[in-house]
C-alpha cells in the first residue's frame, strides 16, 4: 500500500515560485502515474497534471502550461510539482494522487499542501 | 474538455435518508467516472470508480450507477459518518470534476 507524505505549508509573495514535494513510500513508487490537484479555499478540486511512471513524460491542464513542472526523482520516491509567477488565485491546497494506470481514477492521495500566496 | 455537472450543490438531509447525487457529463464518458468523499481539512477519499464498483473498505450502503452522460451516487441510509462533500470524476479524457455536493443534517 502506497502512502504519499506531502512537504509543510508555504507562504510565498506575488510573482514568486513554490516547488511542493510528495514522497512515496511502501510500494513501488515506479509503478504508479502521479497526479497535482489543487483546490482553492471553499471551493472544488482542480486537476492540474500528471507524470507517468518514469518521469519522462508529462501532461498539464491548459490552465497551467507553461507555469506549472512536475518531476519525480525515482531514487527517493519524491514527487516534485512546482509553480511559477505565482498569483493570490493560487492561494490553495495542492495535493498529489496517485493512479494504477494512465487513464484511470485516483486510488489515493496525499494530505495536502497548504500554499498562500499573499503580499 | 469534458464539463461535469453535479446537483444538487446542497443537499439537506438527515440520519437514515435515502440521498442521490446526480452527475451528468458533457460528453459521453462510458463508465469512465468514479466518486469521492471530502470532509473538512481531509483529502478527498475514492468510494466509486468505474461508474459503479466500490472500493475495498466502502460501505455496501453506498453504490454507484449509470454510463454514457448521467450518473448517480446513492447513500441508501445516511450515516452520521456520510456528512461530507461529495464529488465525481470523469478519467474517460484527461480529468475533470464536478463542483461538488454538500450533504448536510437537516
Known amino acids: 500500500q502506497v502512502q504519499l507524505v506531502q512537504s509543510g505549508a508555504e507562504v510565498k509573495k506575488p510573482g514568486a515560485s513554490v516547488k511542493v514535494s510528495c514522497k512515496a513510500s511502501g510500494d513501488t513508487f515506479t509503478s504508479f502515474y502521479m497526479h497535482w490537484v489543487r483546490q482553492a479555499p471553499g471551493q472544488g478540486l482542480e486537476w492540474m497534471g500528471i507524470i507517468n511512471p518514469s518521469g519522462d513524460r508529462t501532461s498539464y491542464a491548459q490552465n497551467f502550461q507553461g507555469r506549472v513542472t512536475m518531476t519525480r526523482d525515482t531514487s527517493t520516491s519524491t514527487l516534485y510539482m512546482e509553480l511559477n509567477s505565482l498569483k493570490s488565485e493560487d492561494t490553495a491546497v495542492y495535493y498529489c494522487?496517485?493512479?494504477?494506470?494512465?487513464?484511470?481514477?485516483?486510488?489515493?492521495w496525499g494530505r495536502g499542501t497548504l500554499v498562500t500566496v499573499s503580499s | 474538455d469534458i464539463q461535469m455537472t453535479q446537483s444538487p450543490s446542497t443537499l439537506s438531509a438527515s440520519v437514515g435518508d435515502r440521498v442521490t447525487i446526480t452527475c451528468r457529463a458533457s460528453?459521453?464518458?462510458?463508465?469512465?467516472l468514479a466518486w469521492y468523499q471530502q470532509k473538512p481539512g481531509k483529502a478527498p477519499k475514492l468510494l466509486i470508480y468505474?461508474?459503479?464498483t466500490l472500493e475495498r473498505g466502502v460501505p455496501s450502503r453506498f453504490s454507484g450507477s449509470g454510463s454514457g452522460t448521467e450518473f448517480t451516487l446513492t447513500i441508501r441510509s445516511l450515516q452520521p459518518d456520510d456528512f461530507a462533500t461529495y464529488y465525481c470524476?470523469?478519467?474517460?479524457?484527461?480529468?475533470?470534476f464536478g463542483q461538488g455536493t454538500k450533504v448536510e443534517i437537516k
Open positions: 468505474k461508474a459503479s
Open positions: 470524476q470523469q478519467y474517460n479524457s484527461y480529468w475533470t
Open positions: 494522487a496517485v493512479a494504477a494506470r494512465p487513464n484511470w481514477f485516483f486510488d489515493l
Open positions: 460528453q459521453t464518458i462510458s463508465t469512465s
